[in-house]
């Protein structure tokens, strides 16, 4: 019932875009933006439980540290990659390829301690064997 409730919004908000775009095409940025926070917020209200059950889970397990990485990224890349195309869409695609090479600089930064264990873990692995 969710998924169709947002299909209406998202049909809703094309028919105002299209009415906008017509009317005063100075609004129609705005307009996308807040379908796409609406959106956004959606996204993360129905993933609250999704997250909690992984955090569970890999909390028993002992890769909490993992999960919380894991997470993070994602949730950096989805919301750089929302941000990306608002912004191609307002015609600044300069602005799209930044936001996209921050995110993904951040991920990066984010994974530094996991590149870390997995090459300290290797050079164990390769001096085990002398």
Same mark, same amino acid.
């Given at each position: 019932?969710?998924? &169709?409730?947002?299909?209406m919004? #998202?049909?809703?908000? &094309?028919? $105002?875009?299209?009415?906008?775009?017509?009317?005063?095409?100075?609004?129609?940025?705005?307009?996308?933006?807040?379908?796409?926070?609406?959106?956004?917020? #959606?996204?993360?209200?129905? $993933?609250?439980?999704?997250? /909690?059950?992984?955090?569970? &889970?890999? *909390?028993?397990?002992?890769?909490?540290?993992?999960? /919380?990485?894991?997470?993070?990224? =994602?949730? +950096?890349?989805?919301?750089?990659?929302?941000?990306?195309? +608002?912004?191609?869409?307002?015609?600044?695609?300069?602005? $799209?390829? *930044?936001?996209? =090479?921050?995110?993904?600089?951040?991920i990066?930064?984010?994974?530094?301690?996991? +590149?870390?264990? +997995?090459?300290?873990? #290797?050079?164990? =692995?390769?001096?085990?064997?002398?």
């Amino acid at each position: 019932m969710t998924t &169709l409730k947002f299909c209406m919004i #998202a049909v809703t908000g &094309l028919s $105002a875009a299209m009415i906008v775009k017509q009317w005063k095409n100075d609004f129609l940025p705005l307009l996308r933006l807040g379908l796409a926070l609406l959106f956004a917020f #959606a996204a993360v209200g129905q $993933a609250a439980p999704l997250v /909690e059950y992984l955090k569970q &889970l890999m *909390g028993e397990s002992g890769l909490l540290t993992y999960t /919380e990485i894991i997470l993070k990224s =994602l949730g +950096i890349s989805v919301l750089t990659g929302c941000c990306a195309e +608002i912004c191609r869409e307002s015609g600044e695609n300069g602005i $799209a390829g *930044g936001v996209e =090479l921050v995110g993904k600089t951040e991920i990066l930064l984010l994974c530094l301690p996991l +590149i870390n264990e +997995i090459l300290t873990v #290797a050079a164990s =692995l390769l001096s085990f064997g002398d």
